[in-house]
């Protein structure tokens, strides 16, 4: 079989090593900054010989909906993970989106893995080692959790949960892999540690950028196509003085509507909340009480930095998310604001170093999407007519690549 065929999309199987990364929280400023500094080279050459453009990822702009998006090619309405944390409407738990089963999708990955394709998914974060790893019938193993003989490959311990290094080991495994023909179809998915702390143009957002440049030229160097794109920018979400910009929904409204009236789940919350709080743009409403919906509605859309204020099945349609698993209200925050639930929720105190940098919502949305080499004129006509979205990186960089 020479095509695999995934939600309505058929994919050729590799003819040379494809190495998708996510480089999770890339927001474009990063890589601009990183041209303008000529601290990009290999980039640059695929800027210049491959193919660029910046692309939409899914809603809620976290990390867990997108990178199941990009290895299903679709949206969260289809494959039903809408976020990195939930409340089931059935049960009232509040629970981490990690369990495969939660997936109303199949993977590329595990198709092509089934089909013969020898595949690897490495991840840093091994809260998404499960869902990537799902059916796959290959490799996959997180950066967090490497074992002895990926240590081993890659030549050096697993890193700290919080450091650059969670991302670039990644890449160096993904590179052991093609490098000892363990790997045709890989699948490479970082951390946004580093820009969650630092800034464009940042030192250290600059280094990690080059080092990430310099891993993506030897893949490049052992014939691999190369696709990367990110799940989510990332903004700044400080006031002038350094604190947190920041609106406590659950608080709020409670006090607005009266105690208990609404529970507020924020989607962004996962292991790694040092660097942002469990702080996001993006926060979901559920009502206990009898509070009208859209006077709770009406009362958060008068807030300065509130972005947007829907309703389920509004929420549902415009950010194509699953309706079954929807709040009753989706608020989002502006470029510079984030949304928590109540004060006692969220630890601030590991902030104090840094200015708080997040994402979630639509201020976050657009990312860059890289190939390493040329696509056809057909799939440039594609991108410049219609949509382009995070999750088409696998159909250009299978489908789409012309040599």
């Given amino acids: 079989m020479d095509t695999i065929e995934l939600n309505g999309r058929r994919y050729r199987r590799p003819t040379r090593p494809t190495a998708v990364i996510c480089a999770d929280g890339c927001d474009p400023s990063y890589l601009e900054a990183g041209f303008a500094a000529g601290a990009l080279p290999a980039l640059a050459r695929c800027r210049e010989g491959g193919f660029y453009a910046l692309a939409d990822a899914a809603m809620p ?11 299903t090619g679709v949206s969260p309405a289809e494959h039903g993970i809408a976020g990195n944390f939930m409340l089931d409407r059935e049960t009232g738990a509040e629970i981490m989106m990690t369990d495969p089963e939660l997936m109303h999708s199949d993977t590329l990955l595990a198709l092509m893995s089934r089909a013969g394709v020898a595949t690897a998914a490495v991840t ?17 193993f997180s ?4 074992p002895p003989d990926v240590e081993a490959m890659v030549g050096r311990g697993r890193p700290d949960m919080y450091s650059a ?10 590179i052991r892999l093609v490098e000892e023909g363990k790997a045709a179809l890989l699948y490479l998915s970082l951390s946004d540690y580093v820009q969650h702390g630092h800034a464009p143009g ?28 990110a799940d989510h920018g990332m903004n700044d979400k400080a006031l002038p003085g350094g604190e947190p910009h920041l609106i406590l929904v659950e608080d709020l409204l409670n006090e607005r509507f009266g105690a208990g009236s609404v529970r507020v789940i924020c989607p962004i919350t996962d292991p790694f909340v040092r660097h942002h ?18 006077a709770m509605a009406a009362t958060l859309r008068a807030l300065p930095g509130i972005d947007e204020v829907l309703d389920r099945d509004e929420a549902s349609r415009r950010y194509e998310l699953p309706w079954d698993r929807e709040a009753d209200l989706v608020v989002t925050g502006d470029r510079n604001t984030v949304l928590g639930a109540t004060a006692s929720e969220h ?22 999407f890289v190939l390493s080499h040329p696509v056809s004129a057909e799939y440039r006509a594609k991108a410049g007519s219609a949509r382009l979205r995070n999750f088409d990186i696998f159909d250009y960089a299978l489908n789409g690549v012309t040599n």
């Fill in 124 to 140: 840093a974060k091994d809260k998404l080692r499960r869902m990537l790893g799902h059916r796959l019938e290959g490799i996959c």
């Fill in 61 to 71: 702009t976290f990390t867990n909906p997108n990178n199941v998006s990009i290895v």
């Fill in 143 to 146: 950066s967090e959790k490497a």
């Fill in 202 to 229: 940042a030192a250290e957002a600059l280094s990690f950028h080059a080092e990430l440049d310099r891993r993506v030229a030897r893949l490049v160097e052992l014939g691999c196509v190369v696709g990367m794109t």
């Fill in 347 to 368: 630890d601030l105190s590991e902030l104090a170093g840094h200015r708080l940098r997040s994402h979630g919502g639509r201020g976050e949305q657009v990312v860059p």
């Fill in 165 to 174: 290094d969670l991302s670039l080991f990644v890449l160096d495994a993904g």
């Fill in 277 to 294: 709080g469990a702080l996001g743009s993006f926060v979901r409403v559920y009502r206990k009480g009898d509070a009208p919906v859209e």
